[in-house]
């Protein structure tokens, strides 16, 4: 799951998850399925913001790989919060 800045464009989250998806499928992920909840209320504030563009991204990938999807959600600059869990 990736929450994205609620004040950037559709344009721009389409981007952002574009390039999550393409990393995924250049590490040959299976079953990348994208689920966009859009714009939401957050738990709480996080920096100024207290909404955020919610996406879930389902997926399977090698475990090697996940370190690398980590550093890319890291630096982009346009995510609020990102979550990666397992799935029995």
Request: proline letters at 3%; one cysteine or more; glycine letters at 4%.
């Amino acid at each position: 799951m990736i929450i994205i800045k609620p004040d950037l464009p559709e344009s721009e989250v389409k981007k952002v998850t574009d390039k999550v998806k393409e990393y995924l499928t250049k590490k040959t992920a299976k079953k990348v399925k994208e689920d966009i909840w859009g714009k939401r209320n957050l738990a709480y504030k996080i920096d100024k913001y207290s909404e955020g563009y919610y996406v879930v991204l389902n997926f399977d990938l090698n475990p090697d790989d996940c370190v690398g999807l980590k550093e890319l959600l890291n630096l982009e600059e346009s995510l609020l919060r990102h979550m990666t869990t397992i799935v029995e």
